[in-house]
């Protein structure tokens, strides 16, 4: 104290109470809004507080080039033995599907029959829902999975007896849909979320690494078959553990490994983006696979649980904002699932994963459907655009045939009270006459007519876990 006069002393003590005082009050205030609001209260409060409206911005000029759309690949899991997708074909087209993902294909299409050493294939059911694929226009993307029980030493998730029969039998496979059927390019993916469906790890007796090594060894013994692609893991989420391991085994043992795969179930939009910003920085440590290991999230959805609003607008807006959010950086995301399984006791309408309700409820097309439809209206080619927001994504696309813009806006809230009149102006325009079109999710589409002497100004009212696409055409 030697270095403080009394005075001082007394004056910083005071000063120092003082700030105990503020500090005790804020501990108090803090634990009793921490008793009355849910942390998710906490956050939704935060998070209004420092969202931004959008104002869209678009340079009818500026064109971003021909432009991939991840969303166009579609995934169906394990509700019902011998799925067919033929009663849907006809709607499940209109999206411009490229892959559709077919789980269970061992154990729920009878395909392996006999025991070790003495094995028979029987295609007729497995290729009748192959054709149902094809009709839609996509080709099939095949999870190699799960374990016919002809060779499995336990339940349909364990390993074989002998993992040469596992080899042989994703050898035959192959060589009966990329050789037989001749369908080029497809997607064999070794395992589905094997850190929960047999709980392999990447070592140890349950060694998701001899599972891979053995299957992609059976697929380079295939003969007489077109260009396909192996890879996996498909694990529940990206996890650079698995993605190490998997790499440094098929770059020591000399493995095929064409793409890497996981899963992703999240309400925020922004996650997609950046696992594979994430998956793509780990690639640089292994230069053998950069130059063509390819990256896709082969399940993709709001919840990963039983969740009702996947019947609902929410799970639609969700959809919207995260396929726009995923352009230009994921090669490949499916969307999880395309019709709902069966209730358990059969009676009870089950809220899944589904775009399609279940057969027994009539196959009804949900609203997340619907959105998808909406962005089946953007064009090829991709326009600058400025001015998302927290809750509005959007982006613009121009269709050079028809001289037309397009532009995707999706209000996702995952409390589902954010509303907005979205300003919307496009720039470079020439001069004349314009139709604008804006179709909606929710609500009747609204056309309007306006003279364009510059830039084009309009607005988007957007309710909460709205969907609009509008397109923008010169009439004179």
């Known amino acids: 104290m030697s270095a403080l006069s009394h005075h001082q002393y007394k004056s910083q003590k005071a000063k120092w109470k003082l700030i105990q005082g503020f500090l005790t009050l804020a501990i108090i205030l803090a634990a009793l809004v921490g008793s009355v609001l849910s942390a998710s209260k906490?956050?939704?409060?935060?998070?209004?507080?420092?969202?931004?409206?959008?104002?869209?911005?678009?340079?009818?000029?500026?064109?971003?080039?021909?432009?991939?759309?991840?969303?166009?690949?579609?995934?169906?899991?394990?509700?019902?033995?011998?799925?067919?997708?033929?009663?849907?074909?006809?709607?499940?087209?209109?999206?411009?599907?490229?892959?559709?993902?077919?789980?269970h294909v061992f154990d729920f299409y009878d395909i392996v029959s006999g025991s070790s050493g003495n094995l028979s294939y029987d295609y007729s059911k497995l290729d009748a829902l192959i054709d149902d694929i094809l009709a839609t226009g996509a080709k099939p993307y095949i999870v190699l999975s799960y374990m016919p029980s002809a060779i499995t030493q336990g339940d349909i998730v364990s390993p074989p007896g002998r993992f040469e029969d596992w080899q042989l039998v994703v050898q035959?496979?192959?060589?009966?849909?990329?050789?037989?059927?001749?369908?080029?390019?497809?997607?064999?993916?070794?395992?589905?979320?094997?850190?929960?469906?047999?709980?392999?790890?990447?070592?140890?007796?349950?060694?998701?690494?001899?599972?891979?090594?053995?299957?992609?060894q059976g697929a380079v013994s295939a003969r007489g078959v077109k260009s396909f692609k192996i890879g996996g893991p498909a694990t529940t989420g990206l996890y650079k553990n698995w993605f190490d391991a998997l790499a440094q085994h098929v770059i020591a043992n000399h493995l095929r490994l064409d793409f890497f795969s996981w899963h992703r179930y999240s309400a925020d939009v922004n996650r997609y983006r950046r696992d594979m910003i994430q998956a793509r920085g780990w690639l640089k440590n292994y230069p053998q696979l950069e130059p063509s290991l390819e990256f896709h999230i082969t399940e993709w959805g709001s919840d990963s649980d039983?969740?009702?609003?996947?019947?609902?607008?929410?799970?639609?807006?969700?959809?919207?904002?995260?396929?726009?959010?995923?352009?230009?950086?994921?090669?490949?995301?499916?969307?999880?699932?395309?019709?709902?399984g069966k209730s358990p006791n059969g009676q009870v309408r089950w809220g899944r994963w589904g775009m399609f309700t279940h057969q027994d409820f009539g196959a009804q097309a949900k609203p997340?459907?619907?959105?998808?439809?909406?962005?089946?209206?953007?064009?090829?080619?991709?326009?600058?655009?400025?001015?998302?927001?927290?809750?509005?994504?959007?982006?613009?696309?121009?269709?050079?045939?028809?001289d037309t813009i397009q532009i995707a806006l999706a209000n996702f809230d995952a409390w589902g009270k954010n509303s907005e009149v979205v300003p919307v102006a496009v720039l470079d325009l020439p001069l004349g006459t314009y139709t604008i079109v804006t179709t909606f999710l929710t609500k009747s589409a609204v056309t309007q007519t306006v003279s364009v002497q510059g830039a084009l100004n309009f607005t988007v009212p957007l309710d909460p876990q709205e969907v609009a696409v509008v397109e923008i055409k010169k009439t004179n």
Do not use: C
Request: proline fraction near 4%; hydrophobic fraction near 40%; charge should be negative.
């Open 306 to 340: 039983v969740n009702p609003v996947y019947d609902t607008s929410y799970a639609a807006a969700h959809t919207a904002a995260t396929a726009i959010e995923m352009v230009g950086i994921v090669q490949r995301a499916f969307v999880f699932e395309i019709q709902d």
């Open 172 to 216: 035959k496979l192959i060589e009966h849909v990329s050789g037989t059927r001749g369908i080029e390019d497809v997607y064999y993916e070794v395992w589905n979320e094997p850190d929960l469906f047999g709980n392999w790890k990447y070592s140890g007796e349950r060694n998701y690494l001899t599972l891979y090594t053995y299957a992609a």
């Open 42 to 103: 906490i956050q939704e409060f935060l998070t209004r507080a420092t969202a931004e409206p959008a104002n869209i911005v678009v340079n009818a000029q500026a064109n971003l080039g021909y432009f991939e759309k991840p969303w166009r690949n579609l995934a169906q899991g394990g509700e019902d033995h011998a799925w067919r997708l033929h009663p849907l074909a006809s709607q499940v087209k209109t999206l411009h599907p490229e892959y559709i993902r077919i789980d």
């Open 368 to 402: 997340r459907f619907r959105a998808l439809q909406l962005l089946e209206k953007l064009g090829d080619e991709r326009l600058v655009l400025l001015g998302k927001g927290t809750y509005v994504k959007a982006m613009a696309t121009k269709s050079p045939q028809n």
